[in-house]
T-cell receptor
Framework: LAKTTQPISMDSYEGQEVNITCSHNNIATNDYITWYQQFPSQGPRFIIQGYKTKVTNEVASLFIPADRKSSTLSLPRVSLSDTAVYYCLLDSGNTPLVFGKGTRLSVIA | DADVTQTPRNRITKTGKRIMLECSQTKGHDRMYWYRQDPGLGLRLIYYSFDVKDINKGEISDGYSVSRQAQAKFSLSLESAIPNQTALYFC??????????????????FGPGTRLTVL
């Protein structure tokens, strides 16, 4: 199963942009890069996926360089409610998703 | 996600008891999963099923069994519960979607979780 590496934790002040980088050196051609968000005592929630370049939705942006060996989740102007664990995963559609420990983001007022 | 429900939401049981956790979904997805979450360990896959006749072990299946009774139902059983099975259990479903590259990816939808305590 493909693996990803991301920071264990990050802190940010309200209103700042937060960038969480994920490394996936062994990404396969068919893999998509997917990010999930998990609040305490809730199940993870899908927030964004991408294959290459840049993807943006109402929640976040995802930047993927040409070699696809890393990706960056960008959360614009975070608020206290963005405090959560963020998981970076590789998804080829044919195998179940592997959730690592994720990145615990703490937003401070 | 309200379309994925789990029962019970909380359960306290004793060592050696048989426990069943139920998962139901109204999303019409073929794929269903059971995960457990322990503090500091992220989510670990117990079993998964890609359709009604398909059952696969995940990374930590020992001590657990599953039953896929229908497309909408996927049950997890602890044959003889032990204290280190105390955890938060999540059921999930997924829909296979086509992406920009021409291949596919899953978008998983999780239930609210079942907090199980084994004394």
């Amino acid at each position: 199963l493909a693996k990803t590496t991301q920071p264990i934790s990050m802190d940010s002040y309200e209103g700042q942009e937060v960038n969480i980088t994920c490394s996936h050196n062994n990404i396969a051609t068919n893999d998509y890069i997917t990010w999930y968000q998990q609040f305490p005592s809730q199940g993870p929630r899908f927030i964004i996926q991408g294959y290459k370049t840049k993807v943006t939705n109402e929640v976040a942006s995802l930047f993927i360089p040409a070699d696809r060996k890393s990706s960056t989740l960008s959360l614009p102007r975070v608020s206290l409610s963005d405090t959560a664990v963020y998981y970076c995963l590789l998804d080829s559609g044919n195998t179940p998703l592997v959730f690592g420990k994720g990145t615990r983001l703490s937003v401070i007022a | 996600d309200a379309d994925v429900t789990q029962t019970p939401r909380n359960r306290i049981t004793k060592t050696g008891k048989r426990i069943m956790l139920e998962c139901s979904q109204t999303k019409g997805h073929d794929r269903m999963y059971w995960y457990r979450q322990d503090p500091g360990l992220g989510l670990r896959l117990i079993y998964y099923s890609f359709d009604v006749k398909d059952i696969n072990k995940g990374e930590i299946s020992d001590g657990y069994s599953v039953s896929r009774q229908a497309q909408a139902k996927f049950s997890l059983s602890l044959e003889s519960a032990i204290p280190n099975q105390t955890a938060l259990y999540f059921c999930a479903t997924s829909d296979l979607r086509s992406g920009a590259s021409g291949s596919s990816y899953n978008e998983q939808f999780f239930g609210p979780g079942t907090r199980l305590t084994v004394l």
